[in-house]
């Protein structure tokens, strides 16, 4: 089991950069993919990256509209997981949700949900 607790939202211009951090508890951290989530209001909660590590390899997913602006990266010694986003648009404007699971980006294969955390870009 797992709890998450995401931190780093807030109100940023666009084309700033915002660091969000998820820190997870839990012994079986690093057997789970970890993703980032984002709902804005009245809309689905779409999936924005996901990482996964197995053995030296560690493999990353994007959102098309945020692959080469935000990074997600992971520290398992620390159970922690990040999105690194840079060049902001206000489209970004959303709840960010950190999740555990078995990986994709169907939101229904995470078992785990942090509380989420608001990004607000203004234009």
């Known amino acids: 089991q797992a709890q998450l607790v995401e931190s780093g939202g807030g109100l940023v211009q666009a084309g700033g950069s915002l660091r969000l951090s998820c820190a997870a508890s839990?012994?079986?951290?690093?057997?789970?993919?970890m993703g980032w989530f984002r709902q804005a209001p009245g809309k689905e909660r779409d999936f924005v990256a996901s990482?996964?590590?197995?053995?030296?390899?560690?493999?990353?997913y994007y959102l098309d509209s945020v692959q080469g602006r935000f990074t997600i990266s992971r520290d398992n010694a620390k159970k922690t997981v990040y999105l690194q986003m840079n060049s902001l648009k206000p489209e970004d404007t959303a709840v960010y949700y950190c999740?555990?699971?078995?990986?994709?980006?169907?939101?229904?294969?995470?078992?785990?949900w942090g509380q989420g955390t608001q990004v607000t870009v203004s234009s």
């Open positions: 839990g012994r079986t951290f690093s057997d789970y993919t």
């Open positions: 990482i996964s590590t197995t053995g030296v390899y560690t493999y990353t």
């Open positions: 999740a555990a699971g078995s990986g994709g980006r169907d939101p229904r294969a995470y078992n785990y």
